[in-house]
């Protein structure tokens, strides 16, 4: 079983993850959204765990980024597995997203890259 699938199997249980396993998750599932959107354009915040830029377009250096996502370790294992629907975890406000760009839909659901 992958940190990703552990991690989700304690949510779904009703416990709470190893810290560091929930790090190592959301780090890893973050890859997979970089490997399949490179870019600088759009920046996905997963609290308190990781940070990546991703998706092709306008270059952010410096300041608030133009394209804002955020939600916690939970919502974005979901997102990143196909367990949640994009458009229902904005509606219902477990993802917040603002910024041209900032809809992630065309690459979730996410899977680890494929070996060489």
Do not use: I
């Given at each position: ?48 765990f990781a940070v990546v ?64």
């Amino acid at each position: 079983m992958s940190d990703v699938e552990s991690v989700l199997a304690t949510f779904a249980s009703g416990g709470q993850p190893d810290r560091a396993l929930a790090k190592a998750a959301v780090k890893e599932s973050l890859a997979w959204l970089v490997a399949v959107a490179p870019g600088r354009s759009v920046e996905v915040r997963v609290p308190p765990f990781a940070v990546v830029q991703a998706v092709e377009g306008a270059r952010h250096r410096r300041g608030t980024p133009p394209a804002v996502v955020e939600c916690d370790a939970r919502t974005w294992l979901e997102l990143a597995t196909g367990a949640v629907a994009w458009a229902d975890a904005v509606a219902d406000g477990r993802v917040r997203a603002s910024g041209e760009r900032s809809d992630l839909t065309p690459y979730l659901p996410l899977h680890p890259p494929k070996a060489p």
